[in-house]
C-alpha cells in the first residue's frame, strides 16, 4: 500500500498542497496558480510540499496513493462565459423557460451595492443559452408519467441537426415532467448519438432527475456548458500526474461535500462548481469535531474572495439552490457564499461619487497585487496591508517572494491618496476598513441574517490571508471566539485530503404526507441501489458504505421544502407519521416555535439517498502545554498601524513555529508563519491551544 495521500486546492491566486504521510503526519506546500494551464500550478505544489519530506515531486507522487483535487476549472468558465456553445432541445412550448427564470434571477446573486443600482439590473447576460439555440421538439407527459403526446423522433434529429449547423458544440436535453418518466429523454439522447456519434449530450433526467423546470433546465444546460472544458482539464491534470509517477486514483472534491471520481466528475461536472470552498467546509467539519465544536462559521479569505459557510449541530448546511452566475442550480451544494474579498482585491474609485471601493475584481496570480512584482498596477489589499506594517516584505511566502513596498507605496500614492486628496497610510487604512467592513458584513448575512445568533457560534478563520484580518471582522460580528487552524493558510487542501468518498442520487416523486404508497420504500430502494453501484466503480467495498437517507418535505401550498433526515426504519416500516414529525420539528427549529402550518397537510416532493466512505481517520495528540510565556518565539518588533490606536504602533512579532501550546500573546502584536500572517488587535489576547490551533477570545 502506497502511504501518501496529495490533495491540491488550486486558487486564484495560489495552489496550495497537503501531503498526509505515515502514522498521520503531514506537510504542505503552496504553489503560485498558473491560469492558463492550472495543472502546473498543481504539480508544482505537490512538489513543494515533497520538498518538506526531502524527496523530489516524482518521488513523492510515484508512492502516493490518492491525489484529492479542488478546482475552479468549472466556476471560472462560467464567470467568464468560456464553456461549449450549447444548443437546448425541450418540449415544444416551453421554449422560454429558460430565458424567463424566476423574477429574483435579476438579483441573484448580487452584493447589496449591486442591488441597489436598479439600472444594472437585468437576467443572466449574455445568456448561456440564446433563444436562437433553444429548440422546441414534439412530445408530453403528463405528472404522472403517463405519455400525452408521443416523441416525434424525426423531430429530436432535425433540431439536433439545425443546432450543429449553428455550430453547437454540446446539446442539453430538457423535457417536461422527465423526471418522473425519463423514456423521452433517454430516447431522444439515443436518437441524436446514433445520428451525431461523439456529440455530448446531457439529459436532466440521468443528471438532475427533481421538481422544478427552470432549474432543472439550468442545471443541464450548465452542465453542458462545462462539460468538454472540465474533461479536458481532468485528462490533461491526470496526464501530467502520470508524467510525474502517479498512478493512483485521482479524485475531485465536489460542491456536496465529498470526493468523487473522474469519470463521475466528467459526467457531472456541475457537482465540481465550489469544490475549494467544499473542501474547507469539510476540513472544518473534522477540526470541529477534534475541539468539540458542532455550530461553526466558516471563513476564507483566499488571494481573490472571501468565502462563508456554516456547521449546525456538527453538519454542513446545504443550499436548496446555489446560485451561480445568476442560474440556481438543482444540485446539492454545501452552502458557501463568496464575495470578492481577498488579498488580491483590488482598490478603485468610483466615478461620479469619489468614492473608495474594494473589490470584487482581484488581481488573482497574474499579475497580482503591485508589490508581487510582476506586472501588477493596481493597489490591492495585499499592498494596503504591506503599507501598514502588517506584512514582513522579507518573510512573504516564507522568503521565498520579496514584497516591493516601494512600488506599493507608489501605486497607493497615484491611484488613491493623491485623487482622494488624503496620505498613503491613510489611503491603505482605508481599504483595509472597507474589506473588514465587507468581510464582517457577509459574516453577519450568514448567521443574524439566516435566524442564527453568532452568539452561539465559533469562527474559523483560514486561507492565507484570514489571519491577516480575523481580528477585525470576527470582533465585529459577535461570535466568542475566532478560530485560526494550525493548517490554515492550505485548510481547504487539507480539507479535501481527510474528505470522505460521498455520492448523491436524487428523485422528486411529489405525494401526500403521510402515506402508505409503497413507492417510498421503492424509490428509496433504486436511489440505493445507483449509490452502492456508483461506489463499486469506484473500488470501494460495500460494507464500508454508510448511507444516509433524506425527504424533501413543505406544507401543502408552499414554494419552498426543507430536506429531513429519515431513518431505514421507518422506510421499511412504512413510518411514515414519523417523518412528517421530524419535519414539523425541523421547521419549527428554522423558522421559530408555533410556524408550523400542520392543518394544512404535508406534501413530500424529492427523496434523496447519500452514500459515504470515510475518509482517512487523522486525530493527532494533542502536545502538553508549556506555559504562557511566548518570549521564546519573539523574532523582534515593528512599527503595525492599527486603527484602534489611530496610528502605527510598536507591535512585537513571533515566528508560529516556535510558539508553544499555551504561549498566550497579548496584542498589538504579529504571528508570522511561512504561509500566513496573523495579526492580533491591541486589547485582544491570542492563545495557542494543544493542537497549534490560535485561539482569539472575544467575550
Request: with cysteine.
Amino acid at each position: 500500500m502506497k502511504p501518501y495521500i496529495v490533495a491540491v486546492d488550486s486558487g486564484g491566486t495560489f495552489s496550495d498542497c497537503v501531503v498526509i504521510g505515515e502514522r498521520g503526519r503531514t506537510v504542505r506546500g503552496k504553489a503560485l496558480s498558473t491560469p492558463k494551464d492550472p495543472s502546473l500550478g498543481v504539480v508544482e505544489a505537490a512538489g513543494n510540499a515533497a520538498a518538506a519530506l526531502n524527496m523530489t515531486g516524482r518521488e513523492l507522487l510515484s508512492r502516493a496513493s490518492v491525489f484529492g483535487h479542488g478546482t475552479t476549472i468549472s466556476t471560472n468558465a462560467i464567470l467568464t462565459r468560456q464553456g461549449a456553445k450549447v444548443g437546448l432541445i425541450t418540449t415544444k412550448g416551453h421554449e422560454d423557460a429558460l430565458a424567463i427564470g424566476r423574477v429574483h434571477q435579476k438579483v441573484a446573486g448580487l452584493t447589496e451595492d449591486e442591488i441597489i443600482n436598479v439600472a444594472m439590473l437585468e437576467k443572466a447576460n449574455p445568456p448561456i443559452v440564446p433563444r436562437s439555440l433553444t429548440i422546441g421538439v414534439t412530445e408530453r407527459m403528463d405528472r404522472n408519467g403517463r405519455v400525452v403526446v408521443s416523441l416525434d423522433t424525426a423531430g429530436v434529429r432535425q433540431a439536433a441537426k439545425y443546432l450543429l449547423d449553428e455550430g453547437v458544440e454540446a446539446l442539453a436535453v430538457c423535457f417536461l415532467w422527465s423526471f418522473i418518466n425519463p423514456d423521452h429523454e433517454r430516447a431522444a439522447k439515443n436518437i441524436i448519438s446514433d445520428a451525431f456519434p461523439g456529440l455530448p449530450v446531457t439529459i436532466s433526467s440521468e443528471l438532475s432527475p427533481v421538481l422544478k423546470e427552470y432549474e432543472r433546465t439550468a442545471t443541464t444546460v450548465m452542465n453542458a456548458y462545462i462539460g468538454q472544458l472540465t474533461e479536458k482539464y481532468l485528462l490533461k491534470l491526470n496526464a501530467r500526474l502520470a508524467e510525474n509517477g502517479f498512478d493512483g486514483s485521482l479524485n475531485v472534491m465536489s460542491c456536496a461535500g465529498g470526493l468523487m471520481s473522474v469519470a463521475e466528475t466528467v459526467q457531472k461536472p456541475v457537482f465540481a462548481i465550489g469544490s475549494g470552498p467544499a473542501g474547507g467546509a469539510m476540513g472544518a467539519l473534522a477540526l470541529g469535531e477534534a475541539l468539540g465544536y458542532k455550530n461553526i462559521v466558516t471563513s476564507d479569505v483566499g488571494g481573490t474572495s472571501f468565502d462563508v459557510g456554516l456547521i449546525v449541530n456538527g453538519e454542513p448546511v446545504l443550499a436548496g439552490a446555489p446560485v451561480i452566475s445568476k442560474y440556481h442550480l438543482l444540485v446539492p451544494m454545501v452552502d458557501v457564499v463568496s464575495i470578492g474579498a481577498g488579498g488580491g482585491s483590488i482598490a478603485w474609485i468610483e466615478k461620479g461619487t469619489g468614492m473608495l471601493k474594494v473589490g470584487p475584481q482581484s488581481a488573482g496570480s497574474e499579475p497580482g497585487p503591485v508589490c508581487y512584482d510582476r506586472g501588477g498596477v493596481e493597489p490591492a489589499v495585499t499592498d494596503a496591508d504591506l503599507v501598514l506594517g502588517r506584512l514582513d516584505p522579507d518573510y512573504f511566502w516564507g522568503g521565498r517572494m520579496r514584497l516591493n513596498k516601494e512600488r506599493a507605496l507608489a501605486a497607493m500614492e497615484e491611484k488613491i491618496a493623491r485623487p482622494l486628496k488624503m496620505g498613503v497610510v491613510e489611503a491603505a487604512a482605508g481599504i483595509v476598513e472597507i474589506v473588514d467592513a465587507h468581510m464582517a458584513d457577509l459574516v453577519r448575512k450568514m448567521t443574524i441574517g439566516r435566524g442564527y445568533d453568532p452568539r452561539n457560534f465559533i469562527l474559523f478563520s483560514f486561507g492565507g490571508a484570514g489571519p491577516g484580518h480575523f481580528g477585525a471582522y470576527a470582533r465585529d460580528v459577535g461570535v466568542p471566539l475566532a478560530i485560526v487552524p494550525e493548517k490554515a493558510a492550505v485548510f481547504s487542501a487539507y480539507g479535501i485530503a481527510i474528505s470522505d468518498t460521498v455520492y448523491i442520487e436524487d428523485l422528486s416523486e411529489p405525494m401526500t404526507m403521510p402515506s402508505q404508497n409503497p413507492r417510498i420504500a421503492e424509490i428509496f430502494e433504486a436511489l440505493e441501489e445507483k449509490v452502492v453501484e456508483k461506489f463499486k466503480g469506484h473500488g470501494a467495498e460495500s460494507r464500508k458504505i454508510s448511507l444516509r437517507y433524506f425527504l424533501e418535505m413543505r406544507y401543502k401550498g408552499q414554494v419552498h421544502a426543507l430536506y429531513c433526515p429519515v431513518e431505514k426504519k421507518e422506510i421499511l416500516g412504512r413510518d411514515t407519521n414519523a417523518m412528517v414529525r421530524t419535519f414539523d420539528s425541523i421547521y419549527e427549529k428554522k423558522y421559530g416555535k408555533g410556524t408550523a402550518f400542520k392543518e394544512a397537510g404535508v406534501e413530500a416532493t424529492t427523496f434523496r439517498v447519500m452514500g459515504v466512505v470515510k475518509g482517512p481517520e487523522l486525530a493527532p495528540p494533542p502536545v502538553e502545554l508549556a506555559g504562557p510565556d511566548p518570549s521564546a518565539a519573539l523574532k523582534g518588533k515593528r512599527p503595525v498601524y492599527f486603527k484602534e490606536s489611530r496610528g502605527f504602533v510598536l507591535s512585537e512579532v513571533y515566528e508560529y513555529d516556535r510558539l508553544k501550546t499555551g504561549n498566550v500573546v497579548d496584542g498589538p502584536a504579529i504571528v508570522e508563519a511561512p504561509d500566513t500572517t496573523a495579526v492580533i488587535h491591541p486589547g485582544q489576547q491570542m492563545t495557542v491551544d494543544r493542537h497549534r490551533n490560535l485561539v482569539l477570545k472575544l467575550r
